[in-house]
């Protein structure tokens, strides 16, 4: 069954910072798909990134980046520079080819970014 | 803004009682998710429609059921509330039925049951 882990479960940094939020991902599927979402204080939850099981490019969005790495099942994401605004919980999701379409969720980081 | 849309924000009932929650998609998204948010159990799949049709079910308690209309929105149906119900539910929407289709969520509803 596939399963999500984000180790941390709380990060506080101060702003200009680099931080980076790890995700460990288990599946037996060879086609899985692998997200980001956002969840800022008023509760929404926004998507970010979407990366497929064959693509491991690195991916780079402005002052975001994921790092994918198949070899060890990880999925870390790099705020580089932090804000305040980037304060808020950060969910990884899978979902896998052949288990249908719901997405299994990590535990969540909650990043603080204080001024 | 995501485009989805759910009604209503906030819910405050008692415990035995019956909740409908509605979602609408984004425009043109014919795959609607639901989704429970509970502090102890996480961020949970609950239950899937492709137009009109159930797709893929999760961890839904038997009390719970929803459907898809044929404007393709969306009601769940909860019924003999429980304490441990409170919760916040998200409706999502994409536009098939791909596990690669990123979901777009809506701003949630916010069940209490005292």
């Known amino acids: 069954a596939q399963k999500v882990t984000q180790a941390q479960t709380e990060i506080s940094v101060v702003e200009k910072e680099d931080v980076t939020l790890d995700c460990v991902y288990e599946?037996?599927?060879?086609?899985?798909?692998l997200f980001w979402y956002k969840q800022p204080p008023s509760g929404e939850l926004v998507f970010l990134i979407r990366?497929?099981?064959?693509?491991?490019q690195n991916e780079i969005s402005g002052r975001y980046s994921w790092n994918f790495q198949k070899s060890t099942s990880s999925f870390n994401f790099t705020i580089t520079a932090s804000q305040v605004v980037d304060s808020a919980v950060y969910f990884c999701a899978l979902s896998e080819r052949n288990a249908g379409n719901m997405l299994t969720f990590g535990g969540g980081t909650r990043l603080m970014v204080k001024p | 803004d995501s485009g989805v849309t759910q009604t209503p924000k906030h819910l405050i009932t008692a415990t035995g009682q019956r909740v409908t929650l509605r979602c609408s998609p984004r425009s043109g998204d014919l795959s609607v998710y639901w989704y429970q948010q509970s502090l102890d159990q996480g961020l949970q799949f609950l239950i899937q429609y492709y137009n009109g049709e159930e797709r893929a079910k999760g961890n839904i308690l038997e009390r719970f059921s929803a459907q898809q209309f044929p404007d393709l929105h969306s009601e769940l149906n909860l019924s003999s509330l429980e304490l441990g119900d409170s919760a916040l539910y998200f409706c999502?929407?994409?536009?098939?039925?791909?596990?690669?289709?990123?979901?777009?969520f809506g701003p949630g509803t916010r069940l209490t049951v005292l």
């Open positions: 999502a929407s994409s536009g098939y039925s791909n596990s690669y289709n990123e979901q777009f």
């Open positions: 990366r497929n099981s064959f693509d491991e």
């Open positions: 599946t037996r599927d060879t086609t899985y798909y």
